[in-house]
Nanobody, 126 residues
Framework: QVQLIESGGGLVQAGDSLRLSCAAS????????MGWFRQAPGKEREFVAA????????YYADSVKGRFTISRDNAKNTVYLQMNSLNPEDTAVYYC???????????????????WGQGTQVTVSS
């Protein structure tokens, strides 16, 4: 099992950057594919980015491609989301999630992630 804690959210202006971090507890972090999701008020939770356990493959939602970068440091049990050129449509609670140990691939489906953090708020003002 893995516990996840996000940090790095805040209030920024359009065009600014933020880096979110997700610290994981547990000895098996480097065996989990990881993802970032977000949920805006009144909307469903949506996929943002995902990364394989060995950083070999990353995948992004079209809405963030070219602006956001997911990465991980298995030695630090941490996954990151670098967010550049933020705009008000990026305002949401951002969640870190882990797939089950041994799951074959990354996923864009939130129901395929059994482990979730509590979320961190990102607010982008215009």
């Amino acid at each position: 099992q893995v516990q996840l804690i996000e940090s790095g959210g805040g209030l920024v202006q359009a065009g600014d950057s933020l880096r979110l971090s997700c610290a994981a507890s547990g000895r098996t972090f480097n065996g989990h594919h990881m993802g970032w999701f977000r949920q805006a008020p009144g909307k469903e939770r949506e996929f943002v980015a995902a990364i394989r356990w060995n950083s070999g493959t990353t995948y992004y939602a079209d809405s963030v491609k070219g602006r956001f970068t997911i990465s991980r440091d298995n030695a630090k049990n941490t996954v990151y989301l670098q967010m550049n050129s933020l705009n008000p449509e990026d305002t949401a609670v951002y969640y870190c999630a882990a797939r089950g140990l041994g799951d074959w691939s990354i996923s864009i489906r939130n129901y395929e992630y059994p482990y979730w953090g509590q979320g961190t708020q990102v607010t982008v003002s215009s």
